[in-house]
Nanobody, 123 residues
Framework: QAQLMESGGGLVQPGGSLRLSCAAS????????MGWYRQAPGKQRELVAF???????DYADSVKGRFTISRDKDKNTVYLQMNSLKPEDTAVYYC?????????????????WGQGTQVTVSS
């Protein structure tokens, strides 16, 4: 089973930028997709950005034009570049992956979540 390790969160002023990273390690045959979700206090977890192995991406309307997701497939790492940050972007950001691993004589598909990294946008 793989593990996801996030980094890059912190405190930033409105209008500032942060770059989140998430590296997958462990028993990995293939990563089908990786993405980022976030959860603000008192709110449900929501999709921020998603990147499939085919190269297609999807973004929440609230972050389009400000956030960019990218992947380094050689490093099993996904990044989230966040620009023009707003106070409403404050949340715990979670990395997500759809993975495949060798299991017996076949392959097993499963999902994995990171522990989360706090992003706080405040003056």
């Amino acid at each position: 089973q793989a593990q996801l390790m996030e980094s890059g969160g912190g405190l930033v002023q409105p209008g500032g930028s942060l770059r989140l990273s998430c590296a997958a390690s462990g028993s990995i045959y293939r990563i089908k997709a990786m993405g980022w979700y976030r959860q603000a206090p008192g709110k449900q977890r929501e999709l921020v950005a998603f990147d499939t192995s085919g190269g297609s991406t999807d973004y929440a309307d609230s972050v389009k034009g400000r956030f960019t997701i990218s992947r380094d497939k050689d490093k099993n790492t996904v990044y989230l570049q966040m620009n023009s940050l707003k106070p409403e972007d404050t949340a715990v950001y979670y990395c997500y992956a759809e993975l495949m691993e060798v299991a017996g004589h076949g392959l097993r598909e499963y999902e994995e979540w990171g522990q989360g990294t706090q992003v706080t946008v405040s003056s």
